[in-house]
């Protein structure tokens, strides 16, 4: 069974930046990422990162975010840099085990002030 603890969303104003992180409990877990939900719209990916550390990114961050991951502590980062409103959403943490089981983290609020 894999679980997740995210931590690190907060309230931040526009150009600031901020780092989620995603602990994960449990084996063969081969891919890990972030999706966001923003209030009235569908669950989207952020980030990814697979286990051979190839990582892939939605158009919107693409050279804003930074995902990362330490194998050791099976910890998941990601680093948001240049902050805009539209990045307010719930932010979670997402991983892959076994190549077909999807598990998800609770949950953290991003919000970006104008």
């Known amino acids: 069974q894999v679980q997740l603890v995210e931590s690190g969303g907060g309230l931040v104003q526009a150009g600031e930046s901020l780092t989620l992180s995603c602990a994960a409990s449990?084996?063969?877990?081969?891919?890990m990422g972030w999706y966001r939900q923003a209030p009235g719209k569908q669950r989207e990916l952020v980030a990814v990162i697979v286990s051979g550390g190839n990582t892939d990114y939605a158009d919107s961050v693409k050279g804003r975010f930074t995902i990362s991951r330490d194998n050791a502590k099976n910890t998941v980062y990601l680093q948001m840099n240049s902050l805009k409103p539209e990045d307010t959403a719930v932010y979670y943490c997402w991983a892959q085990a076994m190549r077909r089981y999807s598990h998800w983290g609770q949950g953290t609020q991003v919000t970006v002030s104008s």
């Open positions: 449990g084996s063969s877990i081969n891919a």
